[in-house]
């Protein structure tokens, strides 16, 4: 299909972006673009206007902060898989960016992007989720800030914009699976992990319907051990009902997926403990 007809806009300033997407309801940011411009022309996404918000130096870099690292809108995402801040302290959200897509995807894809992108799994939520991230937005009110927990089920708002995501001081133990679809490259299922001293913080996109902590896996194991066999017989007490089956694949199955990369990750955060 070929894309729909539309305005396109391109503000010098973060301030002017948001006042272009409050005066013109149905308008989308446009960042790598890799996931809104394949929905506009399938159709799974309209917009009015696209307002281009790519050269805004504002959104850009990682830096050190008091409160541990902040990750600029748009970092690309082959920025993120190779800086060696992130990849020191956030180890899962360095491996989600550089299993996200191919080069040239990830050249292009944006930290904000993946984070926003509506409808469909993706790889950097469930990181985030894990590393206990905050999502930073602007807005028609001002500056605010949402876990990314929060912002897997309500999204960004509308008139929002991604800004950063504030990633709080980690360390090493945290690692990331995934087993992606064969035709599209996004998850079939997706696992992100770090272990706290108050036991693991586990996230799981593709299988579920939106990205999540499943509570009560974290709960059976809270006391540990990690092993394989612990952590399916966690994954196997969930209701089958949290995992959504799909492109042939039963509850079931999906559910043993989560708990197997699940078990691989804990081992290789465990190993970089």
């Avoid at 539309?6 to 989308?28: K, M, Q």
């Avoid at 022309?41 to 050190?64: F, K, N, P, W």
């Avoid at 008091?66 to 970092?75: N, P």
């Amino acid at each position: 299909m070929i894309l729909t007809e539309f305005d396109y806009v391109r503000p010098v300033a973060l301030d002017e972006a948001l006042t272009l997407l409050a005066d013109a309801p149905g308008a989308r940011v446009l960042a790598g673009g890799q996931s809104l411009l394949p929905d506009l022309r399938s159709g799974a996404d309209r917009a009015r206007l696209l307002v281009d918000v790519r050269h805004l130096e504002e959104l850009r870099g990682i830096t050190r902060t008091a409160d541990g690292l902040r990750v600029g809108a748009l970092t690309t995402l082959a920025e993120l898989a190779l800086h060696p801040l992130v990849s020191a302290e956030a180890p899962e959200l360095a491996a989600a960016a550089r299993a996200n897509g191919d080069p040239q995807v990830r050249n292009l894809g944006t930290a904000g992007g993946n984070l926003a992108a509506g409808g469909r799994a993706t790889d950097l939520p469930v990181a985030a989720i894990a590393a206990g991230a905050l999502v930073e937005l602007a807005g028609p009110a001002g500056r605010s800030t949402l876990p990314a927990a929060r912002l897997a089920v309500s999204g960004v708002p509308d008139g929002a914009v991604i800004t950063a995501l504030l990633l709080p001081p980690g360390g090493r133990a945290a690692a990331f699976e995934k087993a992606p679809d064969r035709a599209t490259r996004y998850p079939l299922c997706a696992v992100a992990v770090r272990i706290t001293p108050d036991g693991p913080r586990i996230a799981v996109t593709g299988a579920t319907a939106r990205a999540l902590r499943p509570r009560g896996v974290e709960e059976r194991l809270r006391e540990g051990p990690y092993t394989a066999d612990t952590v399916l017989a966690a994954f196997r007490a969930e209701p089958r009902e949290l995992f959504v089956p799909g492109r042939g694949t039963s509850a079931e199955y999906l559910g043993h997926l989560a708990g197997v990369l699940t078990a691989r990750a804990l081992a290789r955060a465990q190993a970089l403990a």
